[in-house]
């Protein structure tokens, strides 16, 4: 009976944590996205890995190798599923991304009434993308 009630308190825990309400990050302005975009290096699937088993260690997980030597299976699998993720985000997915209009452009065209011209935006713009 006593290990029933851990289990159902590990269970509501988990319930519990699944409830709790998303703070979406606050918006970046485009200068900055403009500027710190360049300077990212980019994501290694090895580096997260292994910020991910540093964690599980300070959570008291054991990620030590096995008695025998080899590698701990479930410290592998971290390091294949972040490998996995990380493939699908950076050869499957898409982000498909809106700017609003009305942003300033300088054009150059010719003609009467309706006027086809051709330019370029003049000062940074924010759009909304979706990955999927």
Do not use: C, W
């Amino acid at each position: 009976m006593e290990n029933n009630i851990g289990i159902k308190n590990i269970l509501e825990n988990i319930l519990s944590a699944l409830k709790l309400k998303f703070n979406p990050p606050s918006p970046i302005p485009p200068e900055i996205i403009y500027v710190g975009g360049k300077m990212r290096q980019g994501m290694s699937a090895t580096q997260i890995a292994h910020r991910i088993i540093s964690r599980q260690q300070e959570a008291g997980i054991p990620i030590e190798r096995l008695p025998d030597g080899n590698y701990n299976p479930a410290m592998m699998m971290e390091i294949i599923r972040v490998e996995e993720i990380l493939n699908a985000l950076l050869t499957e997915a898409r982000i498909d991304v809106v700017i609003p209009p009305g942003i300033p452009i300088a054009g150059v065209g010719t003609g009467v009434g309706v006027v086809s011209v051709q330019g370029a935006t003049i000062d940074f713009a924010k759009g909304v993308g979706i990955i999927s």
